[in-house]
């Protein structure tokens, strides 16, 4: 008898976390969702249990956590695979964001990284080792465009996803010859609370929305089982046309600035 795949889905109690949530569900998945908040991770399990006609032991399991604390890190996963026995895929979507950089106090920077990076290294070391007895598994991390393409101002924010590509990138080499697949998800501005409460430049109705990062679950979960993906970047349309004319712009700014090594510049 095949065994119900689990997938455990870290920020699950709502926006991305949630979405993907979703999205797992109707691929058949028994969902573990891990959050601070015990209120909202109840009123995220009744929400997905009604819209996805799940009842009794294949409603969503609940684990509160705070991430930032290393050993609630660590017990929640130990809880996870103790009820489970087994984990098919690991979806790091818990994340913070506080701008600032060189100005940020040492408390603050130290949870922008215990948050965004030291907690999915605990849990993908708790998790991995599953996965390889397994012998398969699929880890997908949200990082951020700011993981690509750091940004003035949000040093700390930028160094802590900049962390989780490196970590994503090695697992990605490490495990995937293993059984083991593992991608990085790295969007721009995305329709939730903390972007709402970041001052987005764009209105929500040109972000990326929530269930276009579970679609790009989606699309990965439909490769096939020979195919790897490291990372998938997702940019808002309006961000694009923007940041390529700031570019040009400097360049502009730049010939002017040296117009006769411009002008003799030979290719």
């Excluded at 913070?96 to 907690?119: C, K, Q, T, W, Y």
């Excluded at 880890?139 to 940004?151: C, F, H, Q, T, W």
């Excluded at 962390?163 to 697992?171: D, F, K, R, T, Y």
């Amino acid at each position: 008898m095949k065994e119900t795949p689990v997938a455990v889905v870290t920020g699950g109690s709502r926006g991305i976390g949630r979405a993907v949530a979703r999205e797992l569900a109707g691929w058949g998945y028994r969902l573990v969702l891990v959050a601070r908040s015990r209120e909202n991770l109840e009123a995220a399990r009744a929400e997905l249990a009604k819209e996805c006609g799940l009842a009794g032991v294949d409603q969503p399991d609940i684990e509160a956590a705070d991430l930032a604390d290393a050993g609630a890190v660590r017990e929640a996963a130990a809880a996870v695979t103790a009820r489970h026995g087994r984990v098919d895929l690991l979806f790091n979507g818990a994340g913070i964001s506080v701008p600032g950089s060189f100005e940020l106090d040492e408390p603050v920077f130290s949870r922008l990284l215990a948050v965004n990076l030291r907690a999915p290294f605990l849990l993908m070391r708790e998790i991995v080792p599953l996965m390889l007895r397994q012998g398969r598994g699929r880890i997908i991390n949200v990082a951020s465009r700011n993981g690509k393409v750091a940004v003035a101002g949000l040093g700390g924010y930028s160094a802590s996803k900049f962390g989780l590509m490196g970590l994503g990138e090695a697992a990605y080499r490490e495990l995937a010859a293993k059984g083991v697949s593992v991608t990085t998800i790295c969007p721009g501005w995305v329709n939730t609370d903390m972007a709402a409460g970041e001052g987005a430049s764009l209105p929500p109705e040109a972000m990326i929305q929530p269930e276009d990062i579970a679609r790009t679950v989606r699309w990965l979960l439909s490769l096939g089982p020979s195919v790897r993906v490291m990372d998938v970047l997702l940019e808002c349309a309006g961000d694009v046309e923007r940041r390529a004319s700031v570019e040009l712009a400097k360049l502009y700014a730049l010939r002017d600035r040296h117009r006769e090594e411009f002008d003799n510049l030979v290719l």
